[in-house]
């Protein structure tokens, strides 16, 4: 299995979805909910575009945890790569988050649940951060070659070079700092909606790194174990292009199957070219889920991939299956849904 693709995911199913105005002013790609559209409707719709994500996933055979969260306060909990991330060898990092109202999407239930049911050795929790105003926003904030252990960072107020050195120190990834700006000259809030790293191909809108020099360094060490780089436009990022991830599931009989997940917005915007290069080396699977992307935010926001190996699969109740076991939603405290597990 590819160390870049993982073959599990957790999804937040956040009933009270709205765009966060505490992150409307340096989130350019965030927009208002359609005139005379109602809250109620507004989440009804994203609810039904979650479901449709993990249902896609699941049938790729990518292993779900859906948590549950009917909590208003949280606005932006449908995106959890923000605060959480997993790594090979037992690690897991928490992040310091930059809109004071995303902070409690931080879950003990989550946490709870990788212990459980994978091998967890160490938690590093960099959330003790945010009252000396230092952030980075996780997976959102660096896209990580895990192949060749390198942290690509466009800087921003919301990815402080300062943890991240701490962080490519503590997970033993190189640091790949970078200013990244769109054509107004303003600076790129999150690195993984300008990038996205596959096994054997990259998405990247290099073209949004004004310094040549850096910008040779990026593509030159994206592509040095022979992977392909797909160079991206500002506008096919505005389309969300560039906020895809690899995942790796399993063909009915039991054989891979990589998948790179991202809208259908994301999708329709790609040349024929950018398609073929991509599906050179995996599938591309699009779910639309134009509500979410109101937020800012994409399928790769969405998903939190567990880079984990799992523990050994207890004996199932009799009147349900394992795999099932695995998929039921979680609620707010993390127990499953479903009765007698």
């Known amino acids: 299995m590819s160390a870049q693709a993982p073959s599990s995911v957790i999804l937040i199913r956040a009933a009270k979805f709205v765009p966060n105005p505490a992150t409307a002013t340096d989130n350019a790609f965030q927009r208002v909910i359609p005139e005379g559209q109602s809250p109620e409707a507004t989440s009804a719709q994203a609810l039904a575009e979650m479901d449709a994500v993990a249902q896609a996933l699941r049938d790729t055979g990518v292993r779900v945890h859906v948590f549950e969260d009917d909590d208003h306060t949280r606005p932006d909990s449908v995106f959890p790569n923000n605060w959480l991330s997993t790594h090979p060898g037992g690690y897991v990092a928490v992040y310091p988050m930059y809109a004071s109202n995303r902070r409690h999407e931080r879950r003990g239930d989550v946490l709870e649940m990788l212990k459980s049911s994978y091998r967890v050795q160490t938690i590093i929790d960099y959330s003790g951060l945010e009252p000396d105003g230092i952030f980075l ?115 009915p009989d039991g054989r891979r199957r990589y998948v790179m997940a991202m809208s259908g917005t994301a999708r329709r915007s790609l040349t024929a070219e950018q398609v073929a290069a991509v599906e050179r080396s995996c599938e591309i699977l699009a779910v639309d889920i134009p509500t979410i992307e109101l937020a800012g935010g994409s399928v790769r926001c969405m998903i939190a991939g567990v880079h984990l190996d799992p523990r050994p699969t207890r004996d199932p109740e009799p009147t349900a299956t394992a795999e099932a076991i695995d998929e039921h939603p979680h609620t707010a405290d993390g127990q499953d849904v479903a009765q007698g597990h």
Do not use: K, W
């Open 137 to 251: 926003e996780g997976t959102g904030a660096m896209v990580l070659d895990h192949i060749s252990r390198v942290a690509y960072t466009a800087m921003s107020h919301r990815a402080d070079t300062h943890v991240l050195e701490r962080f490519c120190t503590d997970f033993h990834y190189e640091p790949m700092p970078f200013e990244a700006v769109d054509s107004s000259g303003v600076r790129v809030y999150h690195t993984n909606v300008i990038a996205c790293i596959g096994t054997d191909v990259a998405l990247v809108a290099l073209g949004m790194i004004p310094d040549e020099h850096r910008r040779a360094e990026v593509r030159e060490r994206l592509a040095v174990n022979g992977r392909e780089v797909v160079e991206i436009t500002e506008e096919q990022v505005r389309e969300f292009a560039g906020n895809a991830v690899e995942l790796c599931g399993r063909t």
